[in-house]
């Protein structure tokens, strides 16, 4: 069964260090999306894409954070500089969305990132 | 604009026993509605959808769901709780604005006690 690839699994960084995030969604999804999630609180959207174009990231830090979909394909979210405030779990999505359908969203595995 | 609210952020049940999980939903045109499980440092996997079809909708693992318009809700239930069970349920609903976005509650931690 397809799956949507998340790596690493786990991150320590120091505070003020850049870090990354890479995803793989599943073939043929031309939909992404990244969501932040605290400890104990449900998903956030930071960003999505369609296809290799950001359609909102309203919620995506900006002077920190960046987020990245070249080829329409895998993605990549970006940290710099980590603050402690990011210690989180970071899930990236995929969907597929026919013209009128209402598909559900599969969710890598995510990488729980911890800045110390 | 859609949101959703879960009832309960804790719920605690005996093994064997029925297990509800309640959701509402706010959304300005029929919404699209999923539950889904995630299990401690694991992603989210679906249990199960409602995309205007049936308003009873079965899932895996024995859960099932039931969309109720006039209420506005959406809650999850099964027969019998199993200690496997024990893990954070999401609702979401999904919004259409140019695209889908999917809009999480606040999640409900089940416990199941032996």
């Known amino acids: 069964e397809a799956e949507v690839a998340q790596s690493p699994r786990y991150k320590i960084t120091e505070k003020s260090q850049a870090v990354a995030f890479w995803c793989d969604p599943i073939?043929?999804?031309?939909?992404l999306y990244w969501y932040r999630q605290i400890l104990g609180q449900g998903p956030e959207l930071l960003v999505q894409?369609?296809?290799?174009?950001?359609?909102?990231d309203s919620q995506l830090p900006k002077d920190r954070f960046s987020a990245e979909r070249l080829k329409g394909v895998d993605s990549t979210l970006k940290i710099q500089p980590a603050e402690l405030g990011d210690s989180a779990m970071y899930l990236c999505?995929?969907?597929?969305?026919?013209?009128?359908?209402?598909?559900?969203?599969?969710f890598g595995q995510g990488t729980r990132l911890t800045v110390v | 604009a859609q949101s959703v609210t879960q009832l309960d952020s804790h719920v605690s049940v005996s093994e064997g026993t029925p297990v509800l999980l309640r959701c509402n939903y706010s959304?300005?045109?029929?919404?699209?509605l999923f539950w889904y499980v995630q299990h401690p440092n694991k992603g989210l996997q679906l249990l199960l959808k409602?995309?205007?079809?049936?308003?009873l909708v079965k899932g895996i693992n024995g859960f099932e769901a039931e969309f109720k318009k006039s209420e506005t809700s959406f809650h999850l239930t099964k027969p019998s709780a199993h200690m496997s069970d024990a893990a954070e349920y999401f609702c979401?609903?999904?919004?259409?604005?140019?695209?889908?976005?999917?809009?999480f509650g606040t999640g409900t931690r089940l416990k199941v006690l032996a």
């Open positions: 073939s043929g999804h031309a939909t």
């Open positions: 959304s300005s045109y029929s919404p699209s």
């Open positions: 999505a995929s969907s597929f969305q026919p013209v009128g359908g209402r598909k559900e969203a599969f």
């Open positions: 409602y995309t205007s079809a049936a308003t």
């Open positions: 979401v609903v999904s919004s259409f604005s140019g695209t889908y976005k999917y809009i």
């Open positions: 894409f369609q296809d290799e174009s950001v359609v909102d």
